[in-house]
């Protein structure tokens, strides 16, 4: 992001000084067919800040300002980072009036690293988990293998077995995961202050996940973060995708 930005809260509440990268965060004349999709649909209310895409399996929910992906700095500590701008706690409520109801069983939230989305729109999956992914967390955290708070997030590693894209034997995945009691924070923000900046990685390789915890979704959430390059073999590899853990094809 260009231009100083102060820092008023934790977790990136901000107020802005000048306007988002556009190397970073997109330009309003690109070409994107998701973007185009936000910019032009006359149907979203005036001044709404969100609307809700038919995914291939699922919904996607969409900002309507132009924010390329993850690696948009705004999202960490800018325009897009205030309560007001909250895409998480959104998509999750939007999420929960489809999905928090039988027969669905477990949902969850997710957005794909850089390299692994087809469209360069921010937008957040909003589907239902894969089955058994939500007992492996269930019993990760048993285990103790679940970070409880923030600070220990980068730390704590837990193998999920996900979706491998077939129709074959579940797909052990390596993920950082952590437990939360609520959504209210900027979990972008979260993920880059605890994570990121400590490992020194790149935003553009995560992905970000969340997922219900608890029977019937009712004891806070796993926040769910890996990427392609994670770990080294014989450990489960990461992913840079959600596509593992929610059913978003």
């Known amino acids: 992001m260009t231009g100083e930005v102060t820092v008023t809260g934790e977790h990136g509440e901000s107020a802005l000084s000048s306007a988002p990268d556009p190397q970073l965060c997109g330009r309003i004349e690109d070409d994107d067919t998701l973007w185009k999709v936000a910019w032009e649909c006359e149907e979203r209310p005036k001044g709404s800040r969100w609307l809700v895409a038919k995914g291939e399996k699922g919904h996607l929910l969409v900002p309507t300002d132009r924010i390329q992906g993850i ?91 996900g979706w491998d894209g077939k129709l074959s034997a579940r797909d052990p995945r390596s993920y950082r995961v952590v437990h939360t009691a609520n959504l209210d924070f900027n979990l972008f923000a979260a993920l880059h202050d605890y994570v990121i900046t400590p490992t020194g990685e790149n935003m553009a390789a995560q992905t ?5 915890a608890g029977g019937g979704q009712k004891d806070g959430y796993y926040l769910l973060n890996s990427r392609k390059d994670l770990v080294k073999p014989p450990t489960a590899p990461g992913v840079g995708y959600c596509d593992s853990v929610l059913v978003c094809k």
């Not at 048993?142 to 708070?149: E, I, L, M, R, Y």
């Not at 970000?208 to 219900?212: P, R, T």
């Open 208 to 212: 970000l996940i969340v997922v219900g």
């Open 71 to 161: 690696e948009c700095p705004d999202l960490v500590s800018g325009a897009y980072s205030d309560k007001d701008h909250n895409y998480w706690r959104w998509a999750w409520d939007r999420a929960y009036d489809w999905f928090g109801q039988p027969p669905w069983g477990t949902f969850g939230l997710g957005v794909n690293s850089a390299g692994s989305r087809s469209k360069n729109q921010l937008h957040i999956h909003m589907s239902v988990v894969v089955q058994g992914v939500a007992g492996d967390l269930e019993q990760a955290r048993a285990a103790g293998t679940v970070a409880k708070d923030l600070s220990h997030w980068p730390f704590q590693l837990t193998t999920v077995k």
